[in-house]
């Protein structure tokens, strides 16, 4: 992958100085999975895509991207890291993908917009804590771009969303004791 990639814009999740330690730890765990950058992608031209980084203490880091085709339909990739924790980054080991019908993306597209995931702000307090798991949330639409991380949400739209990423969508199979 191009060392050029650029992930996130300049100050993506706030104050300038804690936005670049985020961009850098996000930015390694991307590269390291070999995902492309959605970013980039909002500023080549139309397109709609959707992420989940998931980056937990305990858990191997999980990338699950959504990018919807020409014709509606789209495709899910997910993508599970080498190593557990959020510090540890290594290269996908365990990569698989699936067609969406229309229907199924229709779906997560209505979800976004009745979920108001392009009005989100960037960041909540707190944005960590000791043991727990930061969930990255990005979107393009049209040349647009939008991102989101929250520390570990027990609720609310980014959980519901994400959650509808990875389970329904990417059919990961997970116990209860791998969400948080």
Request: with cysteine.
């Amino acid at each position: 992958m191009n060392a050029q990639v650029k992930y996130f814009p300049a100050g993506a999740f706030g104050d300038p100085k804690g936005s670049q330690e985020w961009i850098g730890l996000y930015s390694k765990y991307l590269k390291s999975m070999r995902e492309p950058s959605l970013f980039d992608h909002s500023q080549a031209g139309p397109s709609q895509s959707y992420r989940f980084l998931w980056l937990r203490s305990f858990h191997k880091p999980v990338s699950v991207r959504l990018d919807i085709r020409n014709d509606g339909a789209a495709v899910v990739t997910v993508k599970v890291g080498k190593a557990p924790g959020a510090s540890a980054v290594g290269e996908a080991i365990q990569k698989t993908t699936r067609t969406l019908s229309k229907r199924e993306a229709h779906s997560f597209l209505e979800q976004i917009g009745s979920e108001g995931f392009w009005k989100l702000p960037p960041q909540e307090e707190p944005v960590s804590g000791p043991d727990g798991a930061r969930w990255i949330l990005e979107g393009v639409r049209d040349g647009q771009y939008h991102v989101v991380h929250r520390w570990a949400p027990k609720n609310g739209t980014v959980r519901t969303l994400c959650l509808y990423l990875a389970v329904e969508l990417g059919q990961m199979k997970l116990a209860n004791d791998e969400i948080y």
